[in-house]
């Protein structure tokens, strides 16, 4: 079944990125028990992810990060539960990836140069408060249920995509109060005269247009993520 969102697009985004949800398959020992238990966390991940490497020199190097991280996570956990940090951690797939490596294949943002100067006069601009409205300290939208579970765009660059969709669904959930998870697939294959590159980058306010032109978007699960450009299904 076809769902077809309407929405009126506003300058304010309503939703905040969130900290990265992480799988909590393995039961993590405590520090002092980890070296007695590594071997075991290691197995259960690698089968757990489908992971096999090529050479014995290439498992060593990576074993050696997942269990700085790992050992970084039970630390991190044991400030959490002292009142240090606000969120937990846990494994998940990236777990042997150092930063450099992660930041490579995961982040940033592409964008035409020529797209840059759309931007000038909103940046220049100043929005006041009204003074008939007393606003909070903060602002926490997944606190009012309209911020769907954090994605993985994978190695594709459509961030914008995810932009895009994160702003309406968080916008549709104000207004109906039901939340949806809408299609950034759609927006990768199907918004390309609106200015958009697929994994090659894009703009939010492209993908807005495209949307109100086409009268909707579709949901998550008519028209699924898959990472990679692909043949418009509408």
């Known amino acids: 079944m076809r ?3 309407l929405f009126t697009v ?3 985004s309503l939703v905040t990125s969130s900290p990265v949800s ?8 405590s520090l ?4 007695s238990h590594i071997d075991n966390l290691w197995t259960n991940f690698k089968k757990g992810y489908n992971i096999v490497y090529n050479t014995s020199v290439e498992e060593v190097h990576r074993f050696k990060i ?26 998940n797939r990236f777990a042997t990836l150092t930063n450099e490596e992660f930041r490579q294949a995961f982040n940033g943002y592409r964008r035409k140069k020529q797209d840059r100067s759309q931007y000038s006069d909103i940046r220049r601009s100043h929005i006041s408060a009204s003074p008939f409205i007393t606003i909070p300290v903060s ?39 039901k939340l949806l998870s809408l299609s950034e697939q759609q927006l990768v ?4 005269n609106w200015g958009n590159n697929g994994c090659n980058g894009g703009l939010m306010d492209n993908a807005f247009k495209y949307v109100h032109d086409n009268k909707g978007i579709d ?11 692909n043949k418009m299904i509408y």
């Open 189 to 192: 294959d199907c918004s390309t």
């Open 219 to 229: 949901d998550e699960r008519a028209y699924p993520y898959l990472g990679k450009v």
């Open 66 to 91: 997942f269990t700085h991280h790992v050992k970084m996570i039970i630390q991190h956990n044991i400030e959490h539960d002292l009142g240090l940090h606000t969120y937990r951690l846990g494994v």
């Open 22 to 29: 992480v799988d909590d398959e393995f039961s993590l020992p």
């Open 10 to 12: 506003v300058s304010i």
């Open 139 to 177: 602002v926490d939208w997944r606190d009012q249920g309209i911020v769907t579970p954090v994605k993985d765009q994978g190695q594709c660059g459509s961030c914008w995509a995810f932009s895009s969709t994160g702003a309406l669904e968080g916008h549709h959930a104000r207004a109906t109060g």
């Open 32 to 35: 002092e028990n980890i070296e």
């Open 3 to 5: 769902l077809i969102i």
